[in-house]
């Protein structure tokens, strides 16, 4: 079973626009971690955003946002005033703790966002 | 530091030879984490390691395929013998225990086997 699921294979947003792409998970460990990376065609993985399953408030960093709704065992990308840059696939990541305390990072299999001039 | 280096960056090679690819972590992260990236499935999870010991392989798509890391600056993945079917782009990613902190990626090896 998937552990990480990103149902949007592809989105369009207009420059300027703010667009929400979607992440949803499953795990049983109560203290797990949510990550989201970007990758633009040069291929390099750049980290965005992190989430922690205990956190209170929902994680910002400049137009990145994490909408996480833990009930929902969702954590979706928020991206506001896209620009061009922005065109890149985006990928949701989770840390998780298996049995023997090891942790394991499993990425979901992305979301390929296009910014519209 | 100088991040999670890989090498090569670009491999060709023809079906049945034997591929090895390099990985240097993060000095002082512990743990190290093979990834394969294809347009159908994404970035699949195929082995990781903590202090050096491989944790899970169950990503691992068949025997063909085998990792080691010898020590805590290095690791490397092999595949023998080498089908057009494994041409993908190999990521190592290396990071800390501590908290939040996210897994640093090198800048991938794009396998092409002919």
């Known amino acids: 079973a998937q552990k990480i699921t990103q149902t949007q294979p592809g989105m369009f947003v207009q420059e300027k626009e703010a667009v929400t792409l979607d992440c949803t998970y499953d795990?049983?460990?109560?203290?797990?971690?949510l990550f989201w990376y970007k990758q633009p065609s040069s291929g390099e993985m750049i980290f965005l955003i992190y989430q922690g399953s205990y956190d209170q408030q929902n994680a910002t960093e400049g137009r990145y946002s994490l909408n996480f709704q833990k009930a929902r065992k969702s954590a979706n990308l928020v991206i506001s005033a896209s620009q061009l840059g922005d065109s890149a696939m985006y990928f949701c990541a989770m840390r998780e703790t298996l049995s023997g305390g090891y942790q394991k990072v499993t990425f979901g299999t992305g979301t390929k966002l296009q910014v519209i001039p | 530091d100088a991040g999670v280096i890989q090498s090569p960056r670009h491999e060709v090679t023809e079906m049945g030879q034997e591929v090895t690819l390099r990985c240097k972590p993060i000095s002082g992260h512990d743990y190290l984490f093979w990834y394969r990236q294809t347009m159908m499935r994404g970035l699949e999870l195929l082995i990781y390691?903590?202090?050096?010991?491989?944790?899970?392989d169950s990503g691992m798509p068949e025997d063909r395929f085998s990792a080691k890391m010898p020590n805590a600056s290095f690791s490397t993945l092999k595949i023998q013998p080498s089908e057009p079917r494994d041409s993908a782009v190999y990521f190592c990613?290396?990071?800390?225990?501590?908290?939040?902190?996210?897994?640093?990626f090198g800048q991938g090896t794009r396998l092409t086997v002919v």
């Open positions: 795990t049983s460990d109560p203290s797990y971690g």
């Open positions: 390691f903590n202090n050096n010991v491989p944790i899970d």
């Open positions: 990613a290396s990071r800390s225990r501590t908290g939040g902190t996210e897994a640093f």
